[in-house]
């Protein structure tokens, strides 16, 4: 009897050991890694989650995976998507979808999951989804759906199949696949949401198709992942992830609970160089997906309208020094918004450090060794910024020009000073700029450089005239009246004059991809026509009214859009005209021609880069497939089913 | 009764006191520049990519204010925040809309709560003791020493205080895991780096108390009586001297209850500091609003709760 509950003990003992691998020899892999804060899972809202969604727990059609020498590091692949076809216009997108790609819970991922999934991230339910992120934006009828104006069955995707999905598009975009690789492009499990909508993407209850699944979150510390028993797919050999929130992370490396660390100052990096262990277990690579440096405010001072002064200006900062005394190494000297050694990069002029034309230049704009200039301002926000500071001085150095530092409270600064259109409190003078790209795509090759024909290339005068309008277009939202036909007089007689005008400029402008566009239907003088008849027919004052405020609403767009074409310099319209031809073909075609316009956008001296900084870390030495994310939020860690841990 | 009467009344003015300072709260969000949601930043972020018709985002804009009741005048949200606030729920949050605040707090708060009552006891454990030591032997190098490192706790931020630690008992004695907050050994640092603060604060609030205290007649009159040191201090002065020290550590405990960010986000203790410090720069109104209620009502609770305890140190103390 005792030998028998010996044997019962014996069994129980091997079949423990043998399940927790420890017999045969396999320990659990575990790897920790530093990671942002997330405040949720949800994989289509722009907070860290979406990182974390594109390719580690979550997957799409496509995904990235490491490419070291191509632009972000990553190159588009296909996941779930077996091939794909598209029509001659680029708009209709058809996917032959994987066979054997399973959701964690074992059910099979089809065509279906996508169409749901992308039908509910467009439908009304979430208001506020922000679909700039996301490739949604293009979908057909995305807006009416979004804004409950049509069904969501309406919007341009179907299952044709199981394994078949269609993607109808409003506009043609040949970048399809590199949009598809983002977190709003991935599915979410149906029936796990459906029966739980507002806690469906807990850990514990969330259903996945990545290679990870969330078993614990605790928001400020950290995330564990384990392994997706159902994956099917190439990955690596982590059994676990540990994603850690905050904390010292180099002191958490050197302490063995961290395997990778992000070195985030000069200090850091020194004594990491110094130490004999750290060094050999340090990596660099530069954020080439952003450019730093300086961008002209968003105000009215018609001084800014000198492209002399701007151009000495960004011609007297010495940047080889900067990056060696003030950023200690941890940054490269740009002068064009992508470094030498990429296939744009390589194309572009930069801007050289010459003091002497600088100095020509100024005293050509009318202030020689800085005399007649006012003080110009750079704004700035949180503590001090030596390298703010050190620009700065460089202008008075070399230019005898003086700019005074003015902080401001962060959320004014980045609301109202560094990325609205215009920033009517600001003094002539400067803020920070770093600008990224959020994601591989046609558009985003230009890192925000776009802002310069949209909202600086243009005389003051006609940049105030743009705000003004803005402000016009927002006051018509709660204007009273438009119930008499004498409200409308005023409003069709603009319209006519300023369709005059529209025809115009429709017939002169040379780039047809901008007439194109310009001449979509419905264009906004049918889109007046037909509320002017809504209007007519209209029962109620309260629907009157309504109509005649969104009539007014779409004047002020047409006199927006006017006053810009019309007042904007011939270089920024044809940045414009580059950045259509550039859009207007497939990605890597786009690569090779995206350089005209941003030498364009960069010839105005209006965003002004300086310097590239390097993502640098300390990795154990047994770990491989890391990949640096070095888009918008970077740098940081993502993707991690390509990690392997040697033994 | 007298007692009890007084707690309601004082209850009634926090009541009336939030209200006032979540309306001044709103008003004044109102007034600041730099929305969360800005229409024009919105049409020229949505408008570049697609033909938004004005009737479209007209419906977007509303839905948008709907969700988070930007679509009511101002007094009516400041109704409508209220009205829920004092049933703690707080809705979603703009720039977590995973979830409702009042389910972030409730995540977090126990853990601040712990975090703070650890190291306030600490704080008194240590703090007084070391007030009452220098108080005594006033003027004499134990008094210096001891001023001098509470001086010090006081001057040197706590988050240095943190990392000085985490570099000597993580990373090279190996003692300490460097952060988390599950484990005993992991909370000893983050308790220890929030107390030191407090605890110079507390020390020198006693020292000065008591050598006030012990200046008086009545301290004068229970020597006379043939008091041993060690009776008339613990039993006449330090008793007495409390009641500023007292009134020190109840706001500090507030403070603390509404979380500190630093300490939170070097030892990776998921508290409330984290999920308040970001609402007033990343315009999150609800957020923003949800922090100055959960810090007002914390410090008024507390001054209270200080005003109770008064009356237990001082029995001349009585509440009308």
Known sequence: ?647 | MGLLKYILRRLFTIFVSIIVVIIITYVLMWLAPGDFFNIAQFQASAGKVATLTPEQLQVLIKGFEEKYGLNVPLWKQIWNYLKDAFRFKFGPSFSNPNEPIEVQIARRFPVTATLAILAMALAVVVGIPLGVIAALKRNTWVDYVTMFISMIGSIIPAYLIGVIMVIIFSVYLRWLPTSGWETPKQMIMPVITVAVGPMAIIARFTRSSLLDVLGQDYIRTAYAKGGTDRAVIMRHALRNSLLPVVTVIGPQLAFLFTGTVWIENLFRVPGLGQLFVNAASMRDYPLLVTSTFILSLSVMLMNLLVDIIYAFLDPRIKYQ
């Open chain 1, 1 to 647: 009897m005792r030998s028998k509950k010996g044997l019962i003990i014996l069994f129980v003992l091997v079949s423990v050991l043998l399940l927790s691998g420890v017999i045969n020899g396999q320990k659990e892999k575990v790897v920790s890694l530093p990671f942002w804060d997330t405040p949720g899972l949800v994989p289509y809202y722009w907070q860290a989650q979406h990182i974390l969604a594109q390719g580690t727990i979550f997957e799409g059609l496509y995904g990235y995976a490491p490419d070291p020498k191509n632009l972000g590091g990553v190159k588009v692949v296909p996941v779930i998507a077996q091939s794909y076809k598209v029509s001659k216009d680029y708009k209709v997108w058809t996917f032959k979808l994987r066979k054997d790609k399973k959701w964690s819970n074992g059910d099979p991922v089809t065509a279906k999951d996508f169409e749901w999934s992308f039908k509910y991230y467009a439908s009304p339910k979430i208001p506020d989804l922000p679909a700039w992120a996301g490739p949604l934006q293009f979908f057909e009828n995305f807006w009416a759906v979004k804004s409950g104006a049509v069904d969501p069955d309406k919007l341009g995707v179907k299952a044709l199949d199981d394994y078949t999905l269609e993607i109808r598009l409003s506009t043609p975009r040949y970048d399809m696949k590199e949009w598809l690789c983002v977190a709003q492009a991935v599915p979410i499990h149906r029936k796990t949401v459906e029966a739980d909508p507002q806690n469906w993407w807990r850990p514990g209850k969330i259903v996945v198709n990545g290679p990870y699944i969330p078993v614990s979150w605790t928001p400020g510390k950290d995330m564990t992942l384990v392994k997706n028993p159902n994956y099917v797919g190439e990955r690596g050999n982590v059994d676990r992830i540990v994603l850690k929130f905050g904390g010292l992370g180099l002191q958490q490396y050197m302490a063995g609970e961290l395997d990778a660390a992000l070195i985030n100052t000069v200090a850091e990096y020194k004594f990491v160089l110094s130490d004999p262990k750290l060094s050999k277990e340090f990596h660099e690579d530069i954020m080439d997906c952003f450019w730093n440096g300086y961008q002209w405010s968003r105000g009215f001072d018609p001084i800014m309208d000198n492209e002399k002064l701007r151009k000495a200006l960004a011609m007297a900062i010495d940047r080889e020094k900067l990056c060696k005394d003030v950023l200690g190494g941890r940054a490269l000297p740009l002068n064009k918004y992508w470094p030498d050694g990429n296939p744009i990069g390589d194309k572009l002029k930069g801007i050289p450090f010459d003091v002497a034309q600088a100095k020509k230049l100024l005293a050509e704009a009318g202030y020689p060794n800085g005399k007649g200039l006012k003080t110009l301002v750079f704004y700035i926000t949180g503590g001090g910024d030596p390298v703010v500071e050190f620009i700065v001085d460089q202008w008075k150095k070399n230019l005898g020009v003086n700019v005074i530092i003015e902080n401001i409270e962060s959320g004014l600064y980045w609301n109202s000073y560094v990325w609205p259109s215009f920033s009517p409190d600001a003094k002539a003078g400067f803020t920070v700029m770093g600008a990224p790209m959020n994601n591989l795509e046609i558009g985003a090759l230009f890192k925000n450089s776009d802002h310069t024909p949209w909202f600086f290339d243009f005389p003051t005068s006609a940049r105030k005239r743009y705000y003004e309008l803005q402000q016009e277009q927002d006051a018509w939202l709660r204007k009273d009246g438009g119930l008499t036909e004498a409200d409308w007089k005023p409003l069709l007689e603009k319209r006519n004059t300023l369709y005059e005008t529209y025809k115009k400029i429709v017939s002169t402008e040379p780039e047809k991809l901008w007439v194109a566009e310009l001449t979509q239907s419905p264009t906004w003088y049918e889109r007046f026509d037909d509320l002017y008849e809504k209007w007519k027919a209209a029962k109620t004052n309260a629907d009157k009214t309504n109509y005649w405020r969104l009539a007014g609403r779409e004047i002020v767009g047409q006199e927006i859009f006017q006053n810009w074409y019309l007042n904007m310099t011939e270089r920024a319209r044809n940045a414009i005209r580059w950045r259509y031809r550039a859009v207007n073909r497939p990605f890597n075609e786009a690569v090779k021609i995206v350089h005209y316009g941003l030498q364009l956008m960069q010839d105005a001296y209006y965003m002004v880069p300086v310097y590239l900084a390097k993502a640098q870390w300390v990795q154990n030495p047994k770990l491989e497939g890391l990949m640096l994310y070095k888009f918008s939020w970077g740098p940081g860690f993502f993707n991690f089913k390509w990690l392997n841990l040697k033994d």
